[in-house]
């Protein structure tokens, strides 16, 4: 029988012979244990037959609880013969005495049930009819009461087609001129049922523990998610490893998740739940993964004064130091060389994957002793590695990294470098400066050509003048007659 159901046949009831609270009271002596209305009851189930379940009240007393009660979402009993269950005392109809577990509310039809389900706190079932200005609307037999929208629901929500034409337990606030002015709650008895679930997750819950939930809401800084009786927040360190996810696209409102509970603080009721600890941790294969003297690529994620973080894959990053970011040239700030978003390449000096930490250097470790520096006027081969707003750095052949400042690249000023030489574009360079203390080359584009030119020059000079000398000895007479008198070359 559904709560439609009951709520009808009770309003039909109306010329049954029925017992009321007041007669209850007049009768309770002879009630074991002189029940009250209101008063918790702890018995055993003797039965369940029908729509009831049958309790034992000491002798051959039995009390009745209506099976709906007992249900859980998939239409199942909870309790069986034999079970204890905690119930109360909520009214002495048609002989039997009825028991509630104050989660449905008692079926109430004249105002003197209403009066003495007030003054025992009892919840009582109403048909929310209409919306009235203000509030609801809610029917409890021939009494008209009123539910205010802040206590319809525990978020006062104001979407009449939820509620109208439900059957609600309702739990009575106010009882004035003899009935003419009721006012009733819900939300009160959805808190109390809130607080007691509560208590139970208290002893239920421990930090570690996966629970499942449903995403009430998403926010910039995270997402609330609803366990049961309390929300959960999984802040946006514990989404996912790709931290360059947004939360609206790694869930949507409604969607049912399973997380781990992380973090558990009774004393501010927050629970703390982590959706990135039910996936694989990169940094379990991270030390064999990322090897030492090993180069590795990665977007740059955020700058510090003390060095830059490389995203290398969703959950890793490693730690550029700022003394090893400049290839060779002291810089103040990171943003001196990089920028947020750009694609680097970068060398493995450490990794610490118990402490989820690897230590990168943009130059790679060679051995001091095996460095040579190029000489002042070499002409050296390289490629661009990186396009900054004052010049290009270039990865030359031999390993080694030099600067091509904006003024000795031979372009217009204001030419947009980046587009012109992409990352990877072939360049000559001449070495215009050595400093072997700190490893620094400067480099020059232009400076390759006129050198280039002056050497043709030179060449060209160099050819003519052998010309000229062969052109004039071959071609003199008085030589090749002091030769022939000297017998050095024959005559035919």
């Known amino acids: 029988m559904d709560e439609q159901n009951v709520y009808e046949d009770n309003l039909n009831s109306n010329n049954e012979t029925e017992e009321n609270f007041e007669t209850l009271f007049k009768e309770s002596s002879n009630l074991p244990g002189k029940l009250e209305p209101g008063q918790k009851v702890k018995s055993i189930v003797v039965g369940i037959s029908g729509d009831l379940i049958y309790i034992d009240l000491g002798g051959k007393t039995e009390g009745v609880v ?43 039809v004249h105002l003197s049930d209403l009066r003495n389900a007030f003054e025992a706190g009892l919840p009582v079932s109403g048909k929310v009819k209409a919306e009235l200005k203000g509030g609801y609307d809610v029917s409890m037999g021939k009494a008209r009461c009123f539910c205010p929208f802040s206590q319809i629901d525990v978020r006062g929500n104001r979407e009449t087609s939820t509620y109208i034409g439900e059957i609600f337990p309702f739990k009575i606030l106010e009882f004035e001129d003899n009935g003419r002015n009721i006012i009733v709650s819900r939300r009160v008895l959805l808190e109390e049922e809130q607080a007691l679930q509560k208590e139970k997750l208290k002893e239920a819950l421990k930090t570690g523990m996966e629970v499942k939930g449903k995403v009430k809401s998403i926010h910039d800084f995270g997402i609330f998610v609803d366990i049961g009786s309390m929300d959960g927040f999984i802040p946006l360190s514990e989404l996912e490893w790709d931290r360059t996810k ?51 690529k990665g977007v740059v994620v955020r700058m510090t004064p003390f060095g830059v973080f490389v995203n290398l894959e969703p959950g890793i990053d490693g730690l550029i130091h700022i003394s090893k970011l400049g290839a060779g040239r002291r810089i103040k700030h990171p943003k001196e060389v990089v920028e947020d978003g750009q694609w680097i390449e970068a060398y493995v000096t450490g990794v610490d994957a118990a402490n989820k930490r690897i230590s990168l250097s943009k130059e790679q470790n060679v051995n001091p002793e095996k460095i040579e520096l190029p000489s002042e006027g070499d002409i050296l081969e390289g490629v661009v590695d990186n396009v900054m707003p004052y010049g290009i750095f270039l990865k030359l052949n031999n390993g ?12 217009p000023k204001g030419t947009n470098h980046n587009r012109m030489f992409p990352v990877g574009t072939a360049m000559t360079v001449i070495v215009t400066k050595v400093d072997p203390g700190s490893g620094k080359i400067s480099l020059s584009k232009n400076l390759v050509g006129e050198k280039s030119a002056h050497a043709d020059f030179t060449k060209y000079k160099e050819q003519v003048k052998n010309e000229e000398k062969s052109a004039s000895g071959l071609g003199s007479f008085g030589e090749l007659l002091q030769v022939k008198l000297k017998g050095k070359i024959p005559f035919h």
Request: glycine share 6%; hydrophobic share 40%.
């Open 66 to 108: 209506e099976l709906k009660e007992f249900l859980d979402e998939a239409g199942e009993c909870r309790v069986k013969t034999g079970d204890e269950i905690e119930v109360f005392f909520a009214s002495f109809q048609n002989g039997l005495k009825r028991f509630t577990t104050l989660t449905r509310g008692l079926s109430a």
């Open 400 to 411: 080694l990294s030099g600067l091509v400042p904006n003024a000795e690249m031979g372009t």
């Open 246 to 296: 947004k939360p609206e696209d790694v869930l949507s409102p409604g969607q049912e998740v399973t997380v781990k509970i992380i973090s558990l603080d009774w004393a501010k009721d927050r629970l703390t739940l982590s959706l990135k600890a039910m996936q694989p941790d990169p940094w379990t294969m991270a030390a064999e993964k990322y090897i030492v003297d090993s180069p590795v």
